[in-house]
């Protein structure tokens, strides 16, 4: 039978308690890992970072050809003794780079190359080590939340894609009695091309990873349709930038104009077309390949300016402040690049100038996340 309560009695005071209802459930998927996997991928990004860095460098002191066999796990030991350096000293003296612009080299400056395409090389094998070690950990403790198996083994399958597609360049430069001493810009460019989607996948699932699954679908419903396209243009559009950048230094067409903003007193530089077939020049030709990769920064420069006025207008702080770093990164990627060009591309400034492509591309993905899933800013400026 049931008694009157008093007016302030404490309705929690009876013995009867009602099931407290648990919140998160979405975000717990299977042990909740979402933390550790971040800090992981965390690890990736930094190695894949420094791997980027280290391939800059490799190219930069024409050590890329050093090592003219793709052994994948044998490689991982380099020469133990004289006669090992001697024979691989020797494989290297038969190919053209050698034969046509390093005669001039001793054992001791051939080590000098041959451990910066080592290092770049076992960087690589050290990243797929974490990865693998990673994904089994949290796979075989459950761990891994639904439906991110898939694209973590994506990230797998992708640095499997980038070890192959790096021999791949490699080999078109060991030749013999052919005359190249490079390997191919277009293979270049594809290599670092890769190298960047793996960045750009990595750093897209650490942001996701950063939020809870309910925070996202919660936040998706005010996504910036209009600064989302936007900023997937930019995306796009950076992207090719990059590999325009990528055939620039395929070829050393950095150092064959080192005036700004003419090229050898010319608009259009004299020597654009001077290889055949046509369609060479566009792969090939320093003047042409330096060219198009100067206008496409101008047009770049543009639409990124167009982004950021919209980015602007975003009714949130956060996402506000991601356009304007973009912004202040696209213009320091202006000064670095004009600078690399007027120094004739020496090596610290093209790396910084490649590095800093990097940060641009992060910016750039960050400001995008940020459009389609945005963090709501309170009446006060508060985030919740």
Request: no cysteine.
């Amino acid at each position: 039978m049931s008694r009157k309560r008093k007016l302030f009695e404490e309705v929690g005071t009876e013995q009867q308690t009602r099931p407290v209802a648990q919140t998160g459930v979405i975000d717990q998927g299977r042990g909740g890992a979402r933390g550790a996997i971040r800090i992981w991928l965390m690890v990736l990004f930094a190695l894949v970072f420094l791997m980027i860095a280290v391939g800059g460098l490799t190219r930069l002191t024409d050590s890329g050809l050093s090592i003219t066999e793709w052994r994948p796990i044998t490689g991982a030991l380099p020469p133990m003794n004289a006669a090992d350096w001697e024979m691989e000293f020797a494989k290297y003296q038969a190919i053209d780079e050698f034969r046509i612009q390093n005669q001039w080299m001793q054992l001791d400056d051939f080590k000098v190359i041959y451990w910066w395409e080592w290092g770049h090389r076992q960087l690589g094998r050290v990243v797929g080590l974490v990865w693998a070690l990673g994904f089994a950990w949290f796979a075989l403790r459950r761990q891994i939340p639904t439906g991110w198996s898939p694209k973590l083994l994506f990230l797998g399958a992708l640095g499997g894609a980038q070890g192959a597609i790096g021999w791949w360049m490699v080999a078109s430069g060991v030749t013999q009695g052919e005359g190249v001493t490079d390997v191919a810009s277009y293979r270049l460019a594809t290599h670092l091309g890769l190298a960047f989607v793996i960045l750009g996948f990595i750093t897209w699932y650490i942001l996701q990873l950063g939020r809870s699954g309910r925070d996202l679908m919660q936040a998706r419903r005010a996504k910036e349709a209009r600064q989302w396209g936007l900023a997937t243009g930019l995306m796009h559009f950076a992207f090719l930038q990059i590999l325009l950048g990528a055939l620039v230094a395929g070829i050393d067409a950095g150092r064959s104009y080192t005036d700004w903003p003419l090229m050898g007193g010319q608009v259009f530089p004299a020597s654009a077309f001077v290889l055949d077939p046509l369609w060479r020049n566009f792969f090939e030709s320093p003047g042409l390949v330096q060219f198009i990769h100067r206008v496409s920064g101008y047009l770049l420069a543009g639409f990124a300016m167009v982004v950021w006025l919209r980015g602007r207008k975003s009714a949130h702080a956060t996402t506000r402040f991601a356009f304007n770093a973009m912004i202040a990164a696209v213009a320091l990627q202006i000064v670095i690049g004009i600078a690399t060009v007027l120094y004739g591309a020496p090596v610290h400034i093209a790396l910084l100038h490649q590095l800093l492509a990097v940060v641009l591309w992060v910016l750039i993905l960050r400001a995008r996340f940020l459009s389609g899933y945005p963090i709501a800013t309170s009446l006060r400026g508060n985030t919740p």
